[in-house]
């Protein structure tokens, strides 16, 4: 990804934020991504980039401390200060960090879900809402997701990933294997495939 000069890099220690370079087609929308308890952020960096190159999109990865982002009581806007040209917000997270993103889903224009759910309740706001999810993620598992559903809002978009799992194999973080990931049976390459064009898609009906 580092030597894609599609994409620019840069990394204050608040997050890391990946844009489409001068000249590559901006849209103006972003997604404050959080990533899961203890995963580093740059794990995230490769499954997001296609977001940058294929649609456009900025993307801020979160450096909470400790690597704990449930516990980072920052509000939303410490990231949306990083990249101060974009005009509309996502927010979504990885496992923990996708219960962390639902916290703060009130001051942006989306939600997304990665292998996480809402402990919050949801389901009244008209806030859009995509939900990524493993068909083999045993940590976040399908039953899981189902049994939290009611506290998405009705239209929210749900997708279980045939054979991905929670984090191993870069399935939703190349960070390595943790116990109770799953084990995965789709590539990298088609479940990063999926995110892009999910997300973008998303993205793409954002006022």
Known sequence: MRADDRIAIADDGAGIVLAPAPGE????????FIPGAKVDPWAYAALLSGLVTDDGLAVVITTPGLN????????LSTFTGLAPDVGTWMVGGHSLGGVRACQLAS???ALVLFASYCANDLSGS?????????????LSTPQMIADARHL???DATMIE??????ASHASFGDDGAHPGDGTPTATDAEVSAVVTDQ?????????
């Open 68 to 75: 704990l982002a449930f516990f980072d009581l920052r509000p």
């Open 107 to 109: 001051d942006a224009g």
């Open 152 to 154: 998405l809002p009705a």
């Open 161 to 166: 990933i045939p054979g991905a799992s929670h």
């Open 126 to 138: 008209a806030l859009p809402v995509l939900s990524l999810a493993g068909s083999e993620d045993g």
């Open 25 to 32: 087609g901006a849209t103006g929308t972003a997604l404050v």
């Open 199 to 207: 997300v973008g898609e998303l993205a793409s009906r954002l006022p």
